[in-house]
């Protein structure tokens, strides 16, 4: 999203740097990406470094001074830090509450426990709240495959009964989306009718 903004004002032209961001201006940058999208303490901190990333290089391209920049970001960087945690701390942003709606919803498009870990790992999540959310609310790794193999159109989603080379293919297929052996060829054994139902029941939840 934020890439697609600026090769937008790239084709406008170059884009002032202004003033540098200060608390201020960040904790409103903050609130206005958070009004928006559901983001982690880190996460929410990343976003508020590219924007100040970006001003740093307007202001290059514009000649400011060099010290200036530097101790700009410096003074920025504490600021980001500061804002994320107090938005944390009065629970304008959850990490706990990101992860279990993200992995709901990674679950339900056929993604594996093992993929929504490393997602949540990339958004920020901690190993620790990742494990109490997933204990907490454990997902569906069948249905998850079971997905997977509907949006291939394999297993028992296949057009024709598949035979030993399509059934490797589609075992070959989930093992690299990080679902178990095991889990791979239940999904693969079941009929149509039972796999369409676990996947409704599923969505309900």
Known sequence: ???????????RGPVPAGRAPDATRLREAALKHLARFAAT????ARVLARRVDRWARRAEAEGQDSEMIAAAIVQAR?????????????????DAAFAASRARRLN????????????????????????SVLEEAPLDELAAALGQLKRRRAGPFAAE?????????????????????????????????????RLIAARRG
């Open 1 to 11: 999203m934020e890439k697609r903004q600026e090769r937008r004002q790239e084709r």
């Open 41 to 44: 303490e880190l996460g929410l």
């Open 78 to 94: 504490a600021d980001i830090a500061e804002i994320a945690q107090k938005l944390t701390a009065i629970g304008v942003v959850d």
């Open 108 to 131: 339900q498009a056929g993604r594996s426990q093992r993929a929504i870990r490393a997602h949540l790992a990339a958004r920020g999540v901690a190993p620790g709240t990742a494990d």
């Open 161 to 197: 009964p598949p035979d030993l080379a399509a059934r490797m293919k589609a075992m070959g297929a989930l093992a690299r989306a990080g679902f178990s052996q095991d889990i791979a060829g239940r999904a693969l054994d079941m009929d149509r009718d039972e796999a369409e139902d």
